[in-house]
Nanobody
């Protein structure tokens, strides 16, 4: 059974850090680009970051550049999102998604992704 599970969310004060993890089961992440998306209440889902299947290419939304870092460990079937200098506007449910993609890039739009996790809540207090 193909499954993605996010973890690491929680409540943090503004300026703090969290590291989200995305664990894959039922398939090997080596052949998949991974994206992180988030959705705040009353807002549309937005792309946060993505990483190519090899890890050689990454992309970040302007709102998180310089604060968030995406990485992956294909040997462990894990992808991470390190979030530093968190702001209240980062509050959202964060989702990871996988797309079968062997190209040297990653997709930034949600509709291109094949599998999704259930999400993890991140709340940043001011």
């Amino acid at each position: 059974q193909v499954q993605l599970v996010e973890s690491g969310g929680g409540l943090v004060q503004a300026g703090g850090s969290l590291r989200l993890s995305c664990a894959a089961s039922g398939f090997t992440l080596n052949y998949y680009a991974i994206g992180w998306f988030r959705q705040a209440p009353g807002k549309e889902r937005e792309g946060v970051s993505c990483i190519s299947s090899s890890g050689g290419s990454t992309n970040y939304a302007d709102s998180v550049k310089g604060r968030f870092t995406i990485s992956r460990d294909n040997a462990k079937n894990l992808v991470y999102l390190q979030m530093n200098s968190l702001k209240p506007e980062d509050t959202a449910v964060y989702y990871c998604a996988a797309e079968a993609r062997l190209l040297a890039d990653c997709a930034t739009t949600a509709h291109e992704y094949d599998y999704w996790g259930q999400g993890t809540q991140v709340t940043v207090s001011s």
